[in-house]
């Protein structure tokens, strides 16, 4: 069998039956009855309704990170970092006082 | 021609303005054009009528986004094709994966098409049939772009600027729809005389 024939034809067929376009009875009597039933569109609404959902999932990854940070234990060799972040920060202080003595 | 876009564009404007009675004439006007088009898409008359009146309702929210460069028709057709588009992928789950089988016209229209190809009229019922339920078995994009580019005979820009998609992408979803499609026919192929 010639599939590509095959596809040919049948895509000639589709062309040969377009869809009606018959429009059901009052058709835009419904429609004009969803538009006056449907609220505005609020687009401060949609951003406030954006920004809740992503307040969401970083509350929830917060939460993820904490529950995690406080069930890993620490390393036995690992720095504190606060004194790390400190020393460094001082480094110039105490390399000066290192030369005034 | 001028005096009808002018009232088009009024109406426009008296419904952007509030007035939503204006709109009535514009969904009176379009409503036969997108119902052909939401019929591509979907079989069932309710269904059809869902597509249809969430394209009105689109409309009339983002009329506002609606700058008049370009005619009302236009733009309405764009919101048409990525509502059906919309409405093919949320109803990705419904469709049918497997080639259920064939009817006794459709086996006969096949049977004339493998002895002689000729023979098989494209005019016949039994081959809209198939080609609709063929369609239906077909990907979302792949459905979309074969509807477009094959049965509308529309370009590649014209369909990139209807699905909002680049022209690269474009071409390469009809590549894959057309290879699809080949798939598709070669496996009732294989069924049925293999």
């Known amino acids: 069998m010639n599939i590509d024939e ?37 687009e401060w609404a949609l951003w406030a309704r954006a920004l809740w959902r992503s307040a969401g999932a970083c509350l929830t990854l917060a939460l993820f990170l904490g529950v995690f940070s406080l069930l890993t234990p620490p390393a036995a060799d690992s ?10 920060m ?10 005034a003595r | 021609m001028r005096a009808m876009e002018r009232t ?9 303005k509030g007035d939503a009675a204006s709109f009535e004439p514009l969904v009176e006007k379009y409503s036969p054009r997108v119902f052909a088009t939401a019929r591509r898409y979907a079989r069932r008359e309710s269904e059809v009528e869902d597509i249809v009146q969430e394209v009105w309702l689109k409309a009339y929210q983002k009329l506002s986004s ?12 764009r919101l048409a094709v990525r509502t059906c588009y919309d409405f093919l992928r949320s109803h990705q789950r419904n469709r049918e994966t497997t080639f259920s089988e064939l009817t006794e016209p459709e086996e006969d229209w ?22 609709e339920r063929l369609m239906e078995q077909l990907s979302p994009p792949a459905r979309l772009i074969i509807t477009l ?11 990139s600027r209807l699905t909002g998609w680049s022209v690269p992408l474009v071409k390469v979803r009809a590549f894959r729809a057309r290879a699809e499609m080949r798939k598709l026919l070669a496996k009732i192929a294989k069924d049925k005389y293999l």
């Not at chain 1, 001082?90 to 030369?99: G, S």
């Open chain 1, 6 to 42: 095959l596809r040919k034809k049948l895509i000639a067929a589709a062309r040969l039956n377009p869809p009606q376009d018959r429009v059901p009875f009052a058709f835009s009597t419904r429609v004009m009855a969803c538009i006056a039933s449907a609220p505005a569109l609020d």
């Open chain 1, 79 to 88: 720095v504190d970092l606060s004194q790390a972040f400190e020393r460094t």
């Open chain 1, 90 to 99: 001082l480094a110039a202080v105490d390399l000066e006082n290192d030369y």
């Open chain 2, 8 to 16: 088009e564009a009024e109406l426009i404007a008296a419904a952007l």
């Open chain 2, 66 to 77: 609606f700058r008049g460069d370009a005619p009302f028709e236009h733009w309405l057709m």
């Open chain 2, 110 to 131: 096949l049977e004339r098409f493998v002895r002689q190809p000729d023979s098989a009229s494209e005019h016949a019922s039994a081959a809209k049939q198939l080609i």
């Open chain 2, 149 to 159: 580019l094959e049965i509308e005979d529309r370009s590649v820009k014209e369909i």
